[in-house]
């Protein structure tokens, strides 16, 4: 059963999401088990204290152990597709790493402190703090932070700079733009518009000139961004109205569109998702900025053709199709705003 | 208001002027610091129930996308002509956005700030620093009415043409500036950012106006009013936090109050602060052209709302340092370090606020800059963890429900420490930035911290407001619950936000991306609705125990700090005498007469 998401949705959803609440699924009742759970705990903790350790110790090692099983089940980070993607996971992992060892290590000692004897004849020692002790719990942190924070800087630099091989984050220069293809994204409520130069004609010589000023014979996209396998692709995000944020979770690609300006983007497609069987894999793009209500259904994907000609072929044919639907429409239309449409 | 105030057994020697209040006097336009932290306590549990309501009904339509809402409909006259028919009885889009910026927007400037400040910070910080009073009595109960415009003005707009705000607590323009200025109040960005924006804008104004007026009062109290031997150093940790908390907000707060009336100009007179050159275009219609910014608000907002995360939690972090050492019977571990890491969070948090913008089309070698501001904000939290374990350690530990709640803070808020530096990772931001991994991190630091560190400060002042105590066993319950299903509602938001799912949207079902993670939406939902309920433990044991809770002594947890000095509750004027002080905070343990040594004990 096809659901029905309200008026005018542009797409389905491809698997009907269990509507009805049941109790029969596990997250239904879980929750309600670990309710109990925390009932008895609060029992059995007017007998003795260390139920309260085993509260709040079981949840630290609960979490702990869950999140593993979330990333050995695919409830994790998307497929990459690109190898930047490769890089960011590699960060993503090592911070995994160490706040993990930060995690354990406090959540045992407060756990220990739960369970610790209490000092004979009850008195604590009255300790109000060790100079060495503050110095060095500073200095390990601060270590380990000084790693992350350098760790991260070229990645940083290679995913927001505009070259593809620059340390440091480098701004845009038309002039030196060596990119494979250019695109033109103009995210507007609630849509993406692509747009592609046309085929027959040279790269624009100006990408930033030509993104604010659409050619006659440009090829005309919604929702949906091709290029090709290995391509270097330079977007041209913009909006007309308010903020959108483009987001495409496997290229680990997340930017802003902001009016009034043209932020240029490099995205490297170093995969392809059309299976070998000519089948293609969903590369979703979503909104990540709020843009009012139909927020959520700015939904697009992405193609990676397998090879630069066959994206050329899909551009020369939406090309053909653009022109065949223009000398149809009555020239009263203004031709150079309306895209083609989804095909 | 509390009927077992007494204001009758005034001191002799009580030396400012005062006439003789009536009932309106006393419990209402009260100047009496005590009487309107009770009050800042009370109206900020009545809109805890109204942002956990928003919540709940956000968690239902995430979770059930297709829920029909038509109970709410029904029970709330005017709300239907609020959600467009071929709905058919669900919420519709627009509904939903008003409900989670409603909820933000509650529990943010209704919620946590009143009462970490308001409450807290007006009833504890006379009597812990020996005062008789706030230096302006009268500013603080202006202070106290400046917040009621605020809550009237977002409830009413839920009623007005177009409906409540709906673009986020952020309100980026231009979605939030873009209006009509022809006398149409629907805004063309979207209905609900039109009459209802203008009246979250002016919502935010009364309630930045509120903080300030308090805060230029915490820093004045602080220090001009501090009894005799309380040198800075001598203060409890409650009170510095909310010290340095005033001092971040008297800072930070005008920021976000031009910049408000900057975005209400734009929508009412026309100026064009955050329109940029080009204007911007709405289906036929057009703004014309402009000549601002919109990056500029996120500036001056960010501005002031990163130091806000802060004041809404370095409060929280000094009660349960007091509350630790109290329970632990133990000094309290390297004070001089928590009060310099306190410092240095407040420092470095206005050099942060870029971390909100990595990915909106700030300069890349600016957005660096913030990455490794932000990556040492972490060091000084660390340091305050360890120095909590410390205080733990080798303690004489008495578990409370004050300190299981206090405990349990350190737990969370290690999560919540540690998923910020996930963000701080400007690429690994790239992929989270926006999406449930945010909406996690916030709940740990704010719901699991700073709540919980609110629910630990509730029970253990408590005996010092009403003169009760709240029941243990209930508190404790309502920790238990709250403790599992709090984390059973937010902690799988991370994985959710690992895997890409964007925050703020109403149909997640549309994404085939999304699908796997239907099902732990829907565990989150239930979870949730759990979680409300276990929140009615407490209000129940609040309530209840305000009238019928054992009656408490002068000081039921041998505590040493001021108030405990004062009778339970404390006579308008709190003191007998002025009470001098001798020591530090934390004088527990050791082998003399008592396990604790009160701040008043002469040598
Ligand atoms: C330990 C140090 C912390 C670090 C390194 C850190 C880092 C960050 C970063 C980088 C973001 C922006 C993420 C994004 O939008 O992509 C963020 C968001 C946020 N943080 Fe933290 N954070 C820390 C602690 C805290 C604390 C203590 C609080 C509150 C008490 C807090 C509250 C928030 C809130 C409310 C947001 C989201 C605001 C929004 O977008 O609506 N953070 N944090
Ligand atoms: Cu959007
Ligand atoms: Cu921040």
């Known amino acids: 059963m096809l659901l029905d998401k309200g008026p ?3 797409f389905e959803a491809t698997e009907p999401a269990v509507l009805h609440f049941n109790w029969s699924a596990s997250e239904h009742w879980i929750p309600l088990a670990l309710t109990a759970v925390a009932f008895f705990t609060w029992l059995l903790a007017t007998r003795s204290n260390k139920y309260w350790a085993a509260l709040i110790g079981l949840n630290a090692a609960t979490l702990a152990g869950y999140t593993a099983w979330c990333a050995c089940n695919q409830l994790w980070l998307p497929e990459t597709a690109n190898d930047l993607g490769a890089e960011v996971d590699g960060l993503f992992n090592l911070v995994l790493f160490l706040t993990s060892i930060f995690y354990f290590i406090t959540q045992a000692v407060l756990i220990y402190t739960m369970v610790q004897k209490p000092p004979a004849n009850g008195r604590a020692k009255p300790v109000h703090g060790n100079h060495t002790l503050e110095i060095a719990w500073m200095l390990v942190p601060a270590f380990f932070l000084a790693v992350i924070a350098i760790a ?5 630099a290679k995913m927001k700079g505009q070259t593809s091989d620059s340390s440091i984050p480098v701004g845009y220069d038309p002039a030196t733009d060596s990119s494979d293809l250019l695109v033109t994204v103009t995210g507007k409520q609630w849509e993406w518009r692509m747009r592609y130069a046309d085929p027959a004609k040279a790269k624009p010589t100006n990408p930033l000139l030509w993104a604010s000023t659409p050619a006659a014979d440009d090829v005309h996209v919604v929702n949906e961004l091709h290029a090709w396998q290995g391509a270097k692709v330079r977007l041209m995000l913009r909006t007309t109205d308010v903020i959108h944020s483009f987001f495409m979770p496997q290229f680990r690609f997340k930017q802003d569109m902001l009016p009034g300006k043209t932020i240029p983007a490099l995205l490297r497609t170093d995969k392809t998702n059309i299976n070998s069987d000519g089948t293609e894999r969903c590369w979703e793009i979503a909104c990540a900025e ?9 939904r697009g994907k992405v193609v990676v053709h397998a090879t630069r000609e066959d994206f050329m072929r899909w551009l020369s044919e939406t090309k053909t199709k653009q022109t065949a639907r223009k000398d149809s429409l009555a020239a009263a239309t203004k031709p150079s705003d309306t895209p083609a449409g989804k095909e | 208001m509390s009927q077992t105030t007494p204001l009758s057994q005034e001191s002799s020697d009580h030396a400012h002027k005062h006439h003789q209040p009536g009932f309106i006097g006393r419990y209402i336009f009260s100047t009496d610091h005590k009487v309107i932290g009770i009050q800042y306590l009370f109206s900020s549990l009545l809109f805890l129930l109204v942002g956990g309501g928003l919540a709940l ?14 109970i709410l409909t029904r029970l709330i006259p005017g709300l239907a002509s609020q959600i467009p028919a071929e709905w058919g009885g669900r919420m519709s ?33 006379p009597l812990m620093i020996g005062a008789r009073d706030m230096a302006f009595p009268l500013l603080n109960m202006l202070s106290y009415w400046f917040m009621w415009p605020a809550f009237g003005l977002l409830m009413a707009s839920f009623f007005v043409d177009g409906g409540a705000s709906g673009v986020g607590w952020t309100a980026y323009p231009t979605i939030s500036s873009a209006d009509l200025i022809d006398g149409s109040y629907n805004s063309p960005a979207a209905r609900h950012a039109g009459l209802g924006q203008t009246l979250w804008l002016l919502a935010v104004f009364f309630s930045g106006v509120s903080s300030m007026m308090g805060s230029v009062n915490y820093i004045t109290t602080v220090l001009h009013m501090r009894a005799p031997g309380m040198s800075l150093l001598r203060m409890p940790l409650t009170v510095w936090s909310l010290f340095i908390t005033a001092i971040l907000q008297a800072v930070a707060l005008p920021a976000l109050t031009v910049a408000a009336l900057m975005q209400l ?17 709405f289906g036929a219609w057009s703004t014309g052209a402009g000549g601002g910014q919109p990056l500029l608000w996120q500036h001056l907002f960010w501005f002031y709302s990163h130091p806000a995360v802060y004041i809404m939690l370095l409060p929280a972090m000094g009660m349960v340092s007091d509350i630790l050492a109290v329970f632990a019977r133990k000094p309290l571990f390297g004070y001089r370090p928590m009060v310099y890491s306190m410092s240095a969070i407040a420092g470095l948090g206005f050099i942060v606020w870029g971390h909100h913008m990595f990915q909106s089309g700030m300069d890349p070698r600016l957005g660096a800059g913030f990455m490794l501001a932000t990556i040492f904000i972490a060091l000084p939290s660390a340091v305050k963890t360890f120095n909590w374990l410390a205080t733990l350690w080798a303690a004489n530990i008495r578990f409370t429900t004050a300190m299981l709640n206090a405990m349990a803070f350190v737990s969370m808020f290690v999560i919540g420490g540690l998923s910020g530096i996930f963000m701080a990772v400007t690429p690994v931001d790239v992929q989270i930035h926006d999406t449930y991994f945010i909406v996690a991190h916030i709940h740990y630091v704010l719901f699991l911290s700073t709540l919980f560190g609110l629910f630990a400060a509730t029970q253990f002042w408590f005996p010092k407001m009403f003169g009760r105590m709240m029941s243990e066993p209930l508190g404790k319950l309502h920790f238990a619950l709250t403790f599992i299903l709090a984390n059973c509602t937010f902690y799988p938001m991370h994985i959710l936000g690992i895997g890409g799912h964007p925050r703020r949207y109403f149909d997640p079902t549309l994404y085939e991306f999304l699908q796997p993670f239907q099902s732990l939406n829907r565990f989150m939902t ?4 759990l979680l409300g309920l276990a929140q009615l433990i407490f209000l129940a044991n609040f309530i209840f125990s305000v009238f019928f809770g054992k009656k408490a002594t002068q000081n039921p947890w041998e505590s040493n700090t001021l108030e405990w000095q004062a009778p339970s509750p404390p006579p308008h004027g709190n003191f007998e005498s002025i009470p001098v002080v001798y020591r530090g905070p934390y004088e527990y343990g050791g082998d003399g007469a008592t396990d604790h040594t009160p701040q008043t004990a002469s040598a």
């Open chain 1, 8 to 10: 005018s949705a542009a």
């Open chain 1, 152 to 156: 991260q800087l070229p990645t940083w």
């Open chain 1, 290 to 298: 709020l843009c009012g209500g139909n927020h959520y259904r700015m």
């Open chain 2, 57 to 70: 009904l956000v968690r239902l339509q995430v979770g059930y996308p297709d829920q029909s809402i038509g």
């Open chain 2, 93 to 125: 889009p627009e509904f939903y956005t008003m409900l989670f910026t409603m909820h933000a927007t509650v529990m943010i400037f209704l919620v946590i700030i009143p009462w970490l400040t308001g409450a807290f910070g007006n009833f504890l910080i």
């Open chain 2, 265 to 281: 100009s734009d929508k009412i007179l026309g100026t064009v602060f955050f329109l940029p050159p080009g204007g911007a275009q």
């Open chain 2, 526 to 529: 239930i979870s949730a609705m």
